[in-house]
């Protein structure tokens, strides 16, 4: 079964920079990291949980999503070799405050052209998340 472990987050101030890390184990033999697509959600106390990016497989060549309050200051990534995603998050707000969390949809046929959507239904692992906290 796939196990998803957030890891990165902490404590930073405005304006600084953190960068979480999403490792998957328990493949298949079939299965590898590029048979999923991977999104990052977060969810800010009294507030329902939101996606905040996702990255396709090579299949849909890697493609990138990202929510309108995080373009241009988070990137998103992934190394199958390494089992792992990355958040690299800059220019950190208040507003970014949060548990984050990362999820997987799939496993999908390797090569399959298939775009991620920030959607919760789409994404069937997740991981327990890591908090970000932005504070002075």
């Known amino acids: 079964q796939l196990q998803l472990v957030e890891s990165g987050g902490g404590l930073v101030q405005p304006g600084g920079s953190l960068r979480l890390s999403c490792a998957a184990t328990?493949?298949?033999?079939?299965?590898?990291?590029?048979?999923?697509?991977i999104g990052w959600f977060r969810q800010a106390p009294g507030k329902e949980r939101e996606g905040v990016s996702c990255i396709s497989a090579s299949g849909g060549l890697n493609s990138t999503n990202y929510a309108d309050s995080v373009k241009g200051r988070f990137t998103i990534s992934r190394d199958n070799a390494k089992n792992t995603v990355y958040l690299q998050m800059n220019s950190l707000k208040p507003e970014d405050d949060a548990i984050y969390y990362c999820a997987a949809d799939g496993p999908w046929m390797r090569g399959l052209f298939r775009l991620c959507v920030l959607t919760e239904p789409s994404f069937g692992s997740w991981g327990q998340g890591t908090q970000v906290t932005v504070s002075a």
């Open positions: 328990g493949f298949t033999l079939e299965h590898s990291l590029d048979n999923y697509l």
